[in-house]
């Protein structure tokens, strides 16, 4: 196995995104060839910064020689065609992208109605939630050319990126795609991590948001945490909240946070409260977008394990606890 030698190879870059924890990280890995973990969150200040970290490290952003990318959310893919164009890197993308972009948008927003509608959504509030997952779609296939791609990452499979060793992990649930990268830096394994073992919080389960494979979304964040969990590596670069050393504990919170999802998500189910859509206003508060597709995955989980029943009205899930 191909390890990097360089003794403080990796370079953190921070980008402002609007939401949580208003920060989302990139890295910048100086091995044999300067390589860049995720493209930030595009907006005011983002490029300086990106290009202001690559020439503390010496480098001029056309020096890039890879572009590796997490998962396909907007906050890590901002600034892929600005590297496009200054370096044109060899970018390595998660397989599962091709697929989930080659998505026809009328089949994707029939999908997604479905399930919104299922899950209680009326209105406004459903073709909102079509128009999000439909623009989604659109914005991200042009901040991400598939075009561009030149190698489809596989998880389980190694890679060798500018000289150096990377297997990567498939670890869907926060998204259906996600990859994170083990790789050797001197004399620590380091985990490149994307949205997924973040020191202060859990990942929000989004995965494939309301398109097909809500159903799975637990379970696949469930093996996501096994195979991380067989890597132990000594550091974590995560996208958001610092870099640490706290793997084991972080993984076991997650698992344990899991639980607690469904656990809450069964206790919240009364008389006021039968559909995903009512129990994810309840505990959003506010804005329930990001945390309905969440919901929905717990009532499917605890449905097909016989915790809850569904009763079907008019295509809309009403929950009862068994
Ligand atoms: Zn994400």
């Known amino acids: ?26 890295f910048l890995v100086e091995c044999d060839e300067p390589t860049l973990v995720d493209a930030g969150m595009a907006g005011a200040g983002g490029e300086t910064r990106l290009r202001e970290t690559l020439a503390d490290a010496g480098h001029d952003l056309a020096d890039v020689e890879h ?4 998962h396909p959310h907007v906050d890590h893919i901002g600034y892929v065609n600005t590297v496009i164009e200054a370096a044109d890197p060899t970018l390595h993308v998660p397989a599962g992208v091709r697929d989930r972009f080659a998505r026809d948008p009328d089949d994707l927003g ?4 479905r399930t919104a509608r299922a899950a209680g959504l009326t209105g406004e509030d459903l073709d909102g939630a079509v128009d999000v997952a439909v623009e989604s779609l659109e914005r991200n296939r042009t901040l991400l050319p598939v075009e561009a791609v030149d190698v489809w990452i596989e998880g389980g499979a190694t890679y060798d990126v ?8 498939h670890t869907p649930g926060h998204q259906a795609d996600h990859c994170c990268f083990a790789v050797e830096l001197g004399d620590e394994r380091a985990l490149l991590a994307g949205d997924m073992a973040i020191e202060p919080f859990r990942p929000v389960v989004l995965h494939s948001g309301l398109d097909r494979g809500v159903e799975n979304a637990i379970d696949a964040f469930h093996d996501a945490l096994d195979r991380l969990a067989d890597l132990d590596p000594d550091r974590v670069y995560p996208g958001h909240g610092p870099v640490h050393t706290e793997f084991d504990r972080v993984i076991e919170r997650d698992r344990r946070s899991l639980d607690r999802l469904l656990d809450r998500t069964e206790a919240r189910l009364d008389d ?3 559909t995903a859509a009512a129990i994810a206003d309840a505990r959003a508060g506010g804005d329930s977008t990001y945390v309905l597709p969440e919901v929905v995955a717990a009532l ?13 009205v008019d295509g809309v899930a009403h929950y009862h606890a068994r």
């Open 162 to 169: 500018g000289g150096t060793t990377v297997e990567a992990v």
């Open 300 to 312: 499917r989980h605890l449905d097909a394990h016989g915790r809850v029943e569904a009763d079907r």
């Open 67 to 70: 572009l590796v990318l997490t």
């Open 1 to 26: 196995m191909a390890q990097c030698e360089r003794v403080t190879p990796v370079h953190r870059i921070e980008f402002d995104v609007d939401w949580p924890p208003g920060h989302v990280a990139s």
């Open 272 to 274: 006021d409260h039968r």
């Open 110 to 113: 029939s999908a997604v109605r």
